[in-house]
């Protein structure tokens, strides 16, 4: 066979699919407010008959930026809402929805994060991995304000996502937390920040609430980066992974599959619960008492 005969036909499929286009994502408006709100955007492009690039031409927003919005897979601050509606003529609808959908909070959260707040209120049970840093979920307000360098707007968005720990309806979510000892012992902010943080973990906000603490000098496969798996109503499972340069949220079956098998790989190297919760109180009191 030939040089030209083998690679004909990948020219061909090459062709093929360039010329048919995937067609645009099936938007479930009932998912949640990011579909919701992507659904109107494109819904008013499309009436105004104008292309993502020809949005994109009138505003300051990327192409590939409009299309994760209108696809529900990224927030927005205020400001788009404003732009859409002066270049779509909506009549200020567009801004109207983001008020009342989001009010100012999707602008707290980095884009690439600002659909996992919904995800983590929808989850039946959470399975959090954090080899850095204390879970978001979990930290006081000091410990955030270090973190988030005194971003009052940012703090304050973390814990409003913390009332999904202590709502009475629905109940809450079953959150299994593992971190190594580390963590315990690496300074964020003053000794009295790492002291009311440590305690703040020792005394859970909610029963079906576990920290479990992996001892130092214990090999575990725990060692490329923070995740969390969310396990949503009908078992599906959606995950959040910190990687560089930022986040992500995967729903690929495979990557999430992957997770989860770490997440139990990684418990079993875990103390229990009473075990962990002990060891936490012991390094408060002695390492970050003020």
Not at 51 to 62: D, F, K, T, V
Not at 70 to 92: H, I, K, Y
Not at 264 to 272: M, V
């Amino acid at each position: 066979m030939t040089a030209t005969s083998r690679t004909s036909p990948v020219i061909a499929r090459s062709s093929l699919e360039v010329d048919m286009p995937q067609p645009p994502k099936r938007l479930t408006p009932s998912r949640g407010p990011l579909d919701l709100f992507g659904s109107e955007v494109r819904r008013y492009r499309t009436m105004a008959g104008l292309s993502l690039a020809q949005l994109a031409e009138q505003i300051p927003y990327a192409p590939s930026t409009i299309g994760e919005i209108e696809r529900g897979e990224s927030g927005c601050d205020r400001g788009f809402a404003e732009q859409c509606d002066r270049v779509l003529d909506t009549r200020d609808a567009l801004t109207h929805l983001h008020d009342g959908l989001f009010d100012g909070r999707s602008a707290a959260f980095p884009e690439y994060f600002a659909g996992w707040p919904e995800y983590e209120s929808q989850a039946e049970v959470l399975r959090s991995y954090e080899p850095l840093v204390i879970y978001g979920l979990l930290q006081t307000p000091g410990y955030a304000d270090v973190l988030l360098y005194g971003d009052q707007q940012a703090i304050e968005a973390r814990m409003d996502r913390q009332a999904v720990l202590t709502r009475a309806e629905p109940s809450p979510p079953r959150l299994i937390y593992l971190l190594p000892e580390r963590v315990l012992r690496s300074r964020v902010g003053a000794s009295t920040v790492m002291h009311e943080q440590l305690h703040r973990l020792a005394d859970p906000v909610s029963p079906r609430l576990s920290v479990q603490v992996i001892p130092d000098g214990a090999p575990h496969p725990g060692n490329s980066g923070a995740f969390v798996i969310a396990t949503l109503p009908g078992e599906s499972r959606i995950a959040y992974s910190v990687a560089e340069p930022h986040g992500r949220i995967l729903d690929g079956r495979s990557d999430v599959e992957r997770l989860h098998e770490r997440f139990a790989d990684i418990a079993t190297y875990a103390l229990p619960t009473d075990l962990s919760v002990a060891l936490i109180r012991e390094i408060a009191d002695e390492v970050w008492k003020p």
